[in-house]
């Protein structure tokens, strides 16, 4: 079974940080590109931050300068980690990941949610 299992969401005061993982499990080989989206409520899911599996990354221009994506190849983790965070930062953010699977195929899959509350 493969599975993105992600982490680190909570409760942050506004200028606070948080640092997400997305950790790919069963059989994976490999990573091929990620993207971090998030939906708030009553909203529609966006596209946050992506990265390739060459390492090219690309922000959504309201995070662009707050958050770094990044990867661990070893660990076939993705972090987001998030920087100068705002209330209108609140949301469920979701990993999806394309993994390269042991035997060669490639399947997206998503993780299951993790909640990021930011207090004024």
């Known amino acids: 079974q493969v599975q993105l299992v992600e982490s680190g969401g909570g409760l942050v005061q506004a200028g606070g940080s948080l640092r997400l993982s997305c950790a790919a499990s069963?059989?994976?080989?490999?990573?091929?590109?990620m993207d971090w989206y998030r939906q708030a409520p009553g909203k529609q899911r966006e596209l946050v931050a992506s990265?390739?599996?060459?390492?090219?990354?690309n922000y959504a221009d309201s995070v662009k300068g707050r958050f770094t994506i990044s990867r661990d190849n070893a660990k076939n983790t993705v972090y987001l980690q998030m920087d100068s965070l705002k209330p209108e930062d609140t949301a469920v953010y979701y990993c999806?990941?394309?993994?390269?699977?042991?035997?060669?195929?490639?399947?997206?899959?998503w993780g299951q949610g993790t909640q990021v509350t930011v207090s004024s």
């Open positions: 990265i390739t599996a060459g390492g090219i990354t």
């Open positions: 069963g059989s994976i080989f490999s990573i091929n590109a």
């Open positions: 999806n990941g394309n993994l390269r699977l042991v035997g060669g195929s490639n399947r997206w899959s």
